[in-house]
């Protein structure tokens, strides 16, 4: 079979989305997909610099089977990446998705067409995920991929029939069970809901709770992240979430009878687990936004 197309969003970032096509075109089956780019508008006329700097980029982009390229006004991540996923989802039946802040393993194609075609039957599994969070793996877990019910974002695919199925708009109420995933999911699906922030992901997590849905990871990851910043994601200096991604250009999936490990589960929950600290840090900034954002208004 064919490899699964590619799609690349792009924005105002063009030191990191060249780090990114590097990575891409060095990829085993790079040669043999297409790639499609959808390019997001400025969104001020102070953007639009750096964003032609981007479009520059993306004009000269060679290597591949074929490159198309969308060009549209300025939407926002999220917008961008429900609609274009779904355009090219809907006419190939399956997709590979990237951001322009990511670092892939040589392998990272094989990995994501061989998971794409192994596990295309298995309805309980929703998407690969390229990334895989640095947690320790049991020696003796027989897998070289595990499941979680948190999905990816850092390089990820999916297949028309669970993409269609989401229901972007869902209010209905999450109960405790859906911080398995993450002590952050629950706020993030709130401000979400409240308008506060702007995030696909967080409902492409809350439609994967709902239905008992898993995410495929590699035990090593195929994906460095190079956009995450400094932020709250560091701790003394150090980004919590960097990983030492796989340097074969070669993958074979070893077996599809891949079912959740309580172990795995269980440290993939406590990565994503609040310490106190940040449970008070965030204690106070719902206090602040409840009592005193009113008043200010």
Excluded at 4 to 27: E, G, K, M, Q
Aim: aromatic letters at 14%; hydrophobic letters at 40%; proline letters at 5%.
């Amino acid at each position: 079979m064919k490899p699964a197309p590619i799609v690349l969003f792009v924005y105002n970032r063009p030191d990191l989305l060249r780090r990114t096509l590097r990575s891409l075109s060095a990829c085993t089956l790079a040669a043999e997909s297409e790639l499609f780019i959808f390019a997001d508008g400025p969104k001020t006329e102070a953007d639009m610099i750096i964003v032609n700097k981007v479009r520059d980029i993306i004009w000269s982009i060679k290597g591949y089977k074929r490159v198309t390229i969308f060009f549209s006004n300025h939407m926002g991540l999220a917008f961008s990446i429900i609609s274009g996923v779904t355009k090219i989802v809907s006419e190939y039946g399956r997709v590979i998705v990237l951001e322009d802040d990511l670092i892939l393993s040589p392998n990272f194609l094989v990995y994501m067409n061989a998971c794409l075609e192994s596990f295309n039957r298995r309805k309980d599994i929703a998407s690969i995920s390229g990334y895989s969070l640095p947690i320790t793996i049991p020696k003796d877990y027989p897998h070289n991929v595990y499941l979680s019910c948190r999905p990816g974002s850092w390089g990820w695919a999916t297949w028309r029939d669970r993409w269609e199925n989401i229901d972007w708009n869902d209010k209905s109420k999450p109960d405790k069970a859906f911080n398995r995933g993450g002590d952050d999911l629950p706020r993030m699906i709130k401000q979400q809901r409240a308008g506060k922030v702007d995030s696909w992901a967080v409902r492409w997590a809350y439609h994967n709770y709902r239905y008992s849905l898993y995410t495929v990871y590699p035990c090593v990851s195929k994906v460095f992240n190079t956009g995450t910043g400094g932020g709250t994601h560091f701790r003394g200096g150090v980004n919590r979430f960097d990983v030492v991604i796989d340097q074969s250009g070669k993958f074979e999936l070893k077996r599809v009878d891949v079912y959740p490990s309580e172990v795995i589960t269980e440290r993939f929950r406590k990565f994503w687990k609040y310490t106190l600290w940040k449970r008070f840090k965030l204690f106070i900034l719902d206090l602040y936004d409840f009592f005193i954002c009113p008043i200010l208004r």
